[in-house]
């Protein structure tokens, strides 16, 4: 596998990642679906991915750039994992609607391990970690990507700057914090109260 090769489908890896999280914007904005911090920690995982990514695509692909896609993508598994093990009990409920049957968390697990995948198949390939001829250039498809990969990544972490307010993010958001000029405390509920056993109980 050549490097103009390896460039090219690490900007179509780039522009599919990207898609992802604007899919979920797009349902946060649109549907008013907005994420819990399970979910962001997710996004910021596929935000990481794109980072390896963006890197082989700038700078040509190099091992270590892969090893930043992998790495991000287990820490984004594990977390997709512990989500969708939360509601894997019938009758204990969901977040968010499904799409063609699965959640948003199930598919970012089945997308996470695709990358894990993926890039170890890359890994295969040596010859694309050979130099890349000076004035090489990445094209507009590329530049298109990392407009793309940047937009996701800061528009998310605006999003989640007004959603918590820079402290800790409620488990079933209804707003935004920061827009609704409440404290993160007052977007936190109080724990129930202890009830008293009744007389005679067991």
């Not at 598919?107 to 890039?119: D, E, H, K, N, R």
Request: hydrophobic share 50%; proline share 8%.
């Amino acid at each position: 596998m050549s490097p103009s090769l390896s460039r090219t489908l690490n900007i179509l890896g780039l522009l599919a990642v990207g898609a992802v999280l604007l899919i979920g914007f797009a349902a946060q904005l649109l549907n008013g679906e907005l994420p819990c911090p399970l979910c962001l920690l997710q996004r910021s995982a596929f935000a990481a991915v794109m980072v390896g990514l963006a890197l082989n695509v700038r700078f040509g692909p190099r091992p270590s750039h892969y090893g930043i896609v992998i790495l991000s993508a287990l820490v984004g598994a594990a977390i997709s994992t512990r989500q969708t093990l939360l509601h894997i009990v019938p009758g204990t409920g969901t977040f968010g609607d499904a799409i063609l049957g699965l959640h948003f968390y199930t598919w970012a697990l089945v997308l996470f391990m695709a990358i894990v995948l993926g890039s170890a198949a890359m890994l295969l390939f040596d010859r694309q970690f050979a130099p890349i001829p000076a004035g090489a250039k990445m094209g507009l498809l590329g530049v298109v990507a990392l407009v793309l990969a940047f937009a996701m990544s800061f528009g998310n972490g605006v999003s989640t700057v007004l959603e918590c307010a820079g402290g800790l993010c409620p488990d079933n958001p209804e707003g935004y914090i920061l827009l609704q000029g409440a404290s993160p405390s007052d977007a936190t509920p109080p724990p129930a109260a202890a009830t008293a056993p009744a007389p005679g109980g067991g």
